[in-house]
């Protein structure tokens, strides 16, 4: 069973909150994927107005975990005083962390990333850092204090899978007991089941199901193909080969010559 | 008194955070704060005395990736 700094999640499918065509669209679809976790966001409120609330309501009415991110900064400073008023806000100390190098690519700003992580781990935060899938980073992430990886498919947003399936492979053989969370990059259900097979925990994924024609048929479609992966991962995989090797029995053969076999 | 609330100048008659969140509306509302880039939890705000050109975040739960 997955779980979280002690916490069992009932499902392998993490699930962003922004970009759906409604709200009601949102709660229908996290629903239909079985999903338990979803991420949410801080951001500013404009004077007398309660934007925040509705959205906090429905959150509320999902009844599934929740884990605030700090998108949006750049800075350590941002990112640990995001952390904090989003643990006020949303009433827990899980959060994802993001430290944003720039804007194209969104790529984790990692040195950032590892101070910001220390400073939150010993605030008495848990971390979830999303992070390139560099073996260095991650295990400085860990000497921090992070019970929980979350190496990018491709940046997020991009819908590419799995980029460098080659790192992401090494890390897993190279972290076989934390959890490691793909998050960001998930284009396709096809993707996420890749992932799944090469022993990846969870998928952490957003805009794939948000921007989907329909998104609540979406969230099935991941949540079947995440749940087929582990499934296959746990099953043990064949080994490919280079050459055909039949698997029909050869002994028996109709119209089999022995001396006309070479 | 000249504060920035949200990155937008603002001119405010309140003394304390805990009056400039009331003053803007969100004295029952959702909403974290910061002041000069540091948390203020919820029950510091009354305490906070704030200053010219001093720089305030008021934030609110939001969807999310």
């Known amino acids: 069973m997955l779980e979280f700094y002690g916490t069992e999640i009932g499902s392998r499918l993490l699930i962003g909150t922004a970009l759906y065509p409604s709200p009601q669209i949102l709660a229908d679809a996290v629903k239909a994927s079985g999903s338990r976790l979803v991420t949410v966001s801080v951001r500013r409120e404009a004077a007398r107005a309660r934007s925040g609330q509705g959205f906090w309501e429905l959150i509320k009415q999902l009844d599934v975990y929740v884990l605030p991110n700090t998108a949006g900064c750049n800075t350590v400073k941002e990112a640990v005083t995001t952390a904090q008023m989003a643990r006020e806000l949303f009433e827990t100390d899980w959060i994802k962390l993001e430290v944003i190098a720039n804007n194209d690519t969104l790529q984790p700003e990692v040195f950032g990333l590892v101070e910001a992580a220390r400073i939150l781990n010993e ?140 | 008194m000249r504060i920035i609330v949200n990155g937008e100048t603002t001119q405010t008659q309140a003394k304390t955070l805990e009056e400039l969140c009331a003053a803007l509306g969100h004295g029952t509302s959702k909403v974290a704060t910061a002041l000069n880039g540091d948390f203020v939890p919820a029950p510091q705000r009354g305490a906070i005395k704030l200053a010219e050109n001093d720089a305030v975040e008021i934030v609110s739960p939001r969807q999310g990736g």
């Open chain 1, 123 to 262: 605030d008495g935060f848990k971390v979830f850092p999303y992070m390139t899938e560099d073996l260095v980073v991650a295990e400085k992430l860990v000497a921090a204090g992070c019970e929980v990886l979350m190496p990018w498919g491709a940046p997020i947003g991009s819908g590419q899978g799995l980029a460098n399936p080659l790192a992401l492979r090494t890390m897993r053989s190279y972290f076989p007991d934390i959890p490691l969370v793909i998050d960001a990059g998930i284009g396709a259900p096809s993707h996420a089941a890749r992932a799944m097979e090469m022993g990846y925990d969870a998928i952490l994924l957003n805009t794939a199901i948000a921007k989907a024609g329909d998104p609540v048929k979406m969230g099935r479609a991941f949540s079947q193909a995440i749940e087929a992966g582990r499934l296959a991962y746990e099953s043990g995989l064949m080994e490919p080969r280079d050459m055909a090797s039949p698997s029909t029995p050869v002994a028996g053969t109709p119209f089999f010559n022995i001396d006309g076999a070479s």
